[in-house]
C-alpha cells in the first residue's frame, strides 16, 4: 500500500496511525473505566450497602414497589 | 417511552444497555464503509494528491470536536436552566471524548500541513481557535476533578461551559473573518460544496460513522458517569452509618 500511496505516504499512514491509537485508547479508557466501577459497586452491594429503590426491591421480590 | 422518561437514570441505563450493541454493529458498518471508500474507492486529487485521505478522518474529527463541545454547552443549559439529573452526567462523559477528538484533529491537520502547506503549524485564526477549544476542553476535566461536590463541580463547570461556546462561532467563521492559512468552508458552504461527488460521499459516510462512534462512546461514558455517582452516594451512606457498611 506504501507504493501507491505517493511521495508522502508517510504522512498518511502517521494520521491514521495516530487515529487508531487514540480511538483504542478512548474505548479502552472507557471499558477498564466501566468494568472498575461495576466492580466497586458490586462490592459495595455485597457489604449490604445499597440504594433505596434497590433495597425496596429486594423486599418486594414480585416486583410491587 | 417518552423523552422525560430518559431523566430517570436507572431507565437511561436500562435503555442504552438495550441500544449500544446495537448502535456498535451499525458504528461498524457506516464507519467501515467509509474508511473503505476512501483509502480504496475515492481518486487521488489533482493537487494534494493521496494525501487527500488524511482529509477522510481530519474533517470529520474536526466536525465532531465542535459536536462535543456544541453537546456539553447543551447539557450545561440543562444544568443550570432545567437542573436535569442527567444534564452534567453528559457534560462530563462527553468532555474527554470531545477533547480526544480535537487532538486527533490537531494532529491529523499538522500531519497534512507539513507536506501540503510546507508547516506542521500556523498561528492562523482557525488553528489556534481550535487549540483553545482543545485547552479549553482540559480545563474543565481539571476543573471537575479540583472540585470534590459533584453539583457543585457541575454549575461551576456548566458557566464555564457556555463562556467557552463563544469559541464555536470563532471557529467556524474564522476563516471568513480573517486572512487564514486554514482554507475556507468546502462542504457546508452557501452555493453548496466544492467537493467533487467522488470525495464528497467517503467523507460524508466517514463522518456519518465517526458521529455514531461518538454519541457510542459518549453514552458508555455516560453510564460511567451514573455508576460514578452511584458508587460515591453508597459510600457516603456507609460513612454515615457505619453499622450498615458492616452487615
Not at chain 2, 475515492?42 to 493521496?50: H, I, M, R, S, W
Not at chain 2, 462527553?94 to 486527533?104: C, E, K, N, Q, R
Amino acid at each position: 500500500m506504501m507504493g501507491t500511496l505517493g511521495p508522502h505516504a508517510g504522512f498518511i499512514l502517521a494520521a491514521y496511525g495516530v487515529t487508531i491509537v487514540i480511538v483504542l485508547a478512548l474505548v479502552g479508557w472507557i471499558l477498564l473505566d466501566g468494568r472498575m466501577l461495576r466492580g466497586q459497586l458490586a462490592d459495595l452491594e455485597a457489604r449490604g450497602i445499597r440504594r433505596r429503590s434497590a433495597r425496596k426491591a429486594a423486599d418486594h421480590p414480585t416486583g410491587t414497589r | 417511552m417518552a423523552l422525560l422518561d430518559l431523566a430517570n437514570p436507572t431507565r437511561f441505563m436500562t435503555l442504552t444497555g438495550r441500544i449500544l450493541p446495537w448502535l456498535w454493529a451499525v458504528t461498524a458498518i457506516v464507519l467501515g464503509t467509509g474508511l473503505y471508500l476512501a483509502l480504496f474507492v475515492a481518486p487521488a486529487d489533482y493537487q494534494q494528491g493521496e494525501t487527500v485521505k488524511i482529509m477522510f478522518i481530519h474533517v470529520p474529527a474536526a466536525w465532531l470536536s465542535m459536536f462535543g463541545y456544541g453537546m456539553m454547552a447543551t447539557s450545561a443549559l440543562g444544568t443550570l436552566v432545567w437542573r436535569h439529573p442527567l444534564a452534567d452526567v453528559a457534560a462530563r462523559a462527553v468532555a474527554p471524548i470531545g477533547a480526544s477528538f480535537t487532538l486527533m484533529a490537531l494532529v491529523t491537520g499538522s500531519l497534512w500541513g507539513k507536506p501540503m502547506w510546507g508547516t506542521w503549524w500556523e498561528w492562523d485564526a482557525r488553528m489556534t481557535s481550535v487549540l483553545i477549544l482543545f485547552l479549553m476542553y482540559l480545563g474543565l476535566i481539571a476543573l471537575w476533578n479540583a472540585i470534590e461536590d459533584p453539583i457543585k463541580a457541575g454549575r461551576v463547570g456548566a458557566v464555564l461551559i457556555l463562556v467557552g461556546s463563544v469559541n464555536l462561532p470563532i471557529i467556524k467563521f474564522s476563516v471568513d473573518w480573517w486572512n487564514t492559512l486554514h482554507q475556507p468552508a468546502s462542504v457546508f458552504r452557501m452555493g453548496g460544496s466544492t467537493i467533487a461527488p467522488s470525495m464528497l460521499y467517503p467523507l460524508l459516510i466517514c463522518a456519518v460513522g465517526a458521529t455514531l462512534l461518538f454519541i457510542a462512546l459518549s453514552l458508555m461514558a455516560m453510564r460511567n458517569e451514573i455508576l460514578r455517582r452511584r458508587i460515591r452516594a453508597l459510600r457516603l451512606v456507609a460513612a454515615a452509618s457505619p453499622a450498615g457498611a458492616s452487615a
